[in-house]
């Protein structure tokens, strides 16, 4: 079965400074990955998702992620937080055509940036 | 990309009573999916609505409570029937054009059950 993890409950991070928000992943075939970030009293909004090709991935908000199939991982990076940048991520991966195209979240990771 | 929207925003209802969600989009999708999320945490699917045939839920959830109609390719409704304070929640409404690509959310129905 499909499952991913955010190992991480809370991130703290200083303005200005670079960020992970990390994440594994366990599937039986191709990963279809993604990054969810959530605002407060917001929907989710879409950053990024890896399907095929380059491992690293470039998203909004000067977000990138970089797919590690040996390690299981997509990990969310910014080189500088922005105090903007607070907010809860969600990692995702997709499930293929046996289970029935869903999307699978993980918990969430909160993210804070300190002025 | 797709712009979503959901009314009620929030609401405040009585157990025992119903609420009926509405989605609107504003180009037509083929999948649409329903999701509870309680206020900090993950998001939990409810059921998958594709148009013209019956919804697809999920364990724990079934249609006599949350059941869902799917008119058209660009509109669903979810409704939470004989509510009770445990359905307190966040419902938000899903969609994506293609299988396994990009999902787009609302901005969420809050609900508050007394």
């Known amino acids: 079965a499909q499952s991913v993890a955010q190992p991480e409950d809370q991130v703290n991070v200083a303005e200005g400074n670079p960020l992970t928000v990390k994440c594994t992943y366990s599937?039986?075939?191709?990963?279809?990955l993604f990054w969810y970030v959530q605002y407060p009293n917001r929907g989710l909004q879409f950053l990024l998702k890896?399907?095929?090709?380059?491992?690293l991935v470039k998203g909004s908000y000067g977000f990138e992620a970089e797919f590690n199939k040996s390690q299981t991982s997509f990990h969310l990076k910014k080189p500088s937080a922005l105090v903007s940048d607070s907010a809860l991520y969600f990692c995702a991966v997709r499930d293929g055509p046996t289970g029935g195209f869903k999307t699978i979240f993980g918990a969430g990771t909160r993210l804070f940036v300190k002025a | 990309s797709a712009v979503i929207s959901q009314k009620p925003s929030r609401d405040i209802c009585q157990r025992g009573t119903s609420l009926t969600i509405q989605c609107q989009v504003d180009s037509q999708v083929t999948m649409m999916f329903w999701y509870r999320q309680q206020p900090g945490q993950s998001l939990t699917l409810i059921a998958t609505a594709n148009q013209g045939s019956e919804a697809t839920y999920e364990s724990g959830f079934v249609i006599d409570k949350f059941p869902i109609s799917r008119p058209n390719l660009t509109f669903s409704t979810l409704t939470v029937s004989n509510m009770s304070p445990e359905d307190s929640s966040i419902y938000l409404c899903?969609?994506?054009?293609?299988?396994?690509?990009?999902?787009?959310f609302g901005p969420g129905t809050r609900l508050l059950v007394l």
């Open positions: 890896y399907i095929t090709g380059d491992n």
């Open positions: 599937v039986s075939g191709n990963p279809y």
């Open positions: 899903s969609v994506e054009r293609g299988a396994r690509e990009t999902q787009y």
